[in-house]
């Protein structure tokens, strides 16, 4: 049977991460798609911003941009005559931005969510579902320890949007609307670009910012631990879960990743034994008690056998993520980033 190539759309695809795995698929001739190996015929990047749709569409033939919103019907038509194969659904609103405007953090995090899952029950084929949620959901009071299995009781609105998110695709999954499958994604550093408004924006910043020569603020303790995962981890991760079988998943769709456990300490000694102590000393100690409130909730460390189980993989030292960036950052010849 000949294969036309299959059609993925990634909401989101303006956002680092989104983008990232928009260039990943686009550079593969072939994808694995729910344990089949596809044809990538061509790859729908949706987000609400032109531009970096725009420049992802030139760079890349297979890429085609809608810039819009999910809460808009027309967006929602055009994803659906894609008629996609899979969806991997990356647009949110994040930590701190869902904490201080509970109406965007339900509109973005749920309602847009709620919207794509009714439309897709009308294509023909159940898509492959990809959603992105986070391991803010777990309350861990005091960056506690925990395990993949413990009950999410989130003590923050995204947290708790991310949760509702989870559900809403475990019980699609159970209808028969999708294929789906959720992943939690640790705190995601060194993220590129400008800082944000993620209350874990600092775990990027305080070494991104340092590296090139620029101050930065530290809102928590250094004592603070983090569950880390670099952004080429979070990629394949994605890759990943687009390529399960539903057998391999069962009814149980939501995957909580492993990462790498680090104190903020940790991560700072890194930075001086890689960069030296004048480039560790830009960082100032400042605390910002909205954002240590809700890094506190998170876990330090997470058991996640069963993602191990399943293939996913995490780093084993900050160096080894600190090095990554430094690499990414390099300027190329074409006048981008290496």
């Known amino acids: ?73 027309g967006i929602r038509e055009a994803i659906l005559a894609s008629k996609p194969d899979a969806i991997i659904h990356l647009a949110a609103v994040v930590s701190s931005a869902a904490e201080a405007d509970f109406d965007l953090g339900l509109a973005v ?27 803010a959901v777990f309350s861990a009071q005091g960056n506690a320890d925990i395990d993949e299995d413990l009950e999410p009781r989130p003590l923050s609105s995204y947290g708790t949007q991310k949760v509702i998110g989870e559900l809403l695709v475990r019980d699609a999954a159970r209808r028969g609307i999708i294929d789906g499958r959720t992943i939690r994604f640790p705190t995601i550093s060194i993220r590129p670009g400008a800082p944000n408004k993620a209350a874990s924006s600092f775990a990027s910043g305080i070494v991104r910012e340092p590296l090139k020569g620029e101050t930065s603020i530290l809102p928590v303790s250094r004592d603070t631990r983090l569950h880390l995962a670099s952004p080429s981890n979070a990629v394949a991760a994605v890759i990943r879960t687009l390529s399960l ?37 830009l960082v100032t100690d400042q605390e910002d008690a909205a ?23 995490a780093e084993t030292s900050f160096e080894e993520i600190v090095r990554e960036h430094m690499e990414r950052s390099k300027p190329d010849p074409t006048g981008g980033r290496s």
């Open 245 to 281: 079988e539903r057998s391999e998943i069962g009814q149980e769709t939501t995957i909580t990743l492993p990462g790498l456990s680090v104190t903020v300490a940790e991560m700072l000694d890194t930075l001086e034994r890689v960069a030296g102590p004048e480039t560790a000393g």
């Open 1 to 73: 049977m000949h294969d036309e190539g299959a059609t993925i759309v990634v909401t989101g695809a303006g956002g680092f991460i989104g983008a990232m795995v928009v260039e990943d698929l686009a550079s593969r001739g072939t994808v694995t798609i729910g344990g089949r190996d596809r044809t990538i015929g061509r790859i729908v990047a949706l987000d609400i911003a032109e531009g970096p749709l725009d420049d992802l569409a030139r760079r890349q033939a297979k890429v085609e941009s809608i810039a819009g919103d999910l809460a808009d019907e």
């Open 109 to 135: 995090n749920v309602r847009s969510l709620m919207d794509l899952l009714s439309a897709v029950q009308r294509l023909d084929q159940a898509p492959v579902f990809v959603f992105a949620s986070s391991v």
């Open 291 to 313: 954002i240590s409130t809700i890094v506190s909730t998170w876990p330090g460390r997470v058991a996640a056998p069963r993602a191990e189980r399943l293939g996913f993989t």
